[in-house]
């Protein structure tokens, strides 16, 4: 992610997985794993670059951008990943949704 705290993409098309998420109260270890993710995502072959907030209300959306489904794939099937995921299930999440979307076109200001 840049300083802006927007991803530099290349130009389409390439995929995002878009994570939708409301958490748990507390912590618990959240905030620790969520920066190991983001550094081993961005250590991942096909990793273009990460955006994400999390509003007032708790509602979090997080797009990481990625060459193709394949890269995707692999990301999903990381060890320390899947452990994540696991976790996010019991301990962190309320609810989330996944969404994998292919980006056709790109524009900014």
Do not use: C, N
């Amino acid at each position: 992610m840049s300083e802006s705290g927007f991803a530099s993409t290349p130009q389409p098309p390439y995929y995002a997985v878009i994570f939708t998420s409301t958490r748990t109260d507390g912590d618990s270890g959240y905030a620790g794993m969520a920066q190991r993710m983001a550094e081993l995502a961005a250590q991942q072959p096909g990793y273009l670059g990460v955006e994400s907030t999390r509003g007032a209300e708790g509602l979090g959306i997080t797009v990481s951008y990625w060459r193709d489904l394949d890269a995707i794939s692999a990301w999903k099937a990381v060890a320390e990943h899947r452990i994540a995921q696991e976790t996010g299930k019991r301990r962190w999440y309320e609810h989330f949704e996944v969404r994998i979307a292919r980006v056709e076109r790109a524009y900014s200001k």
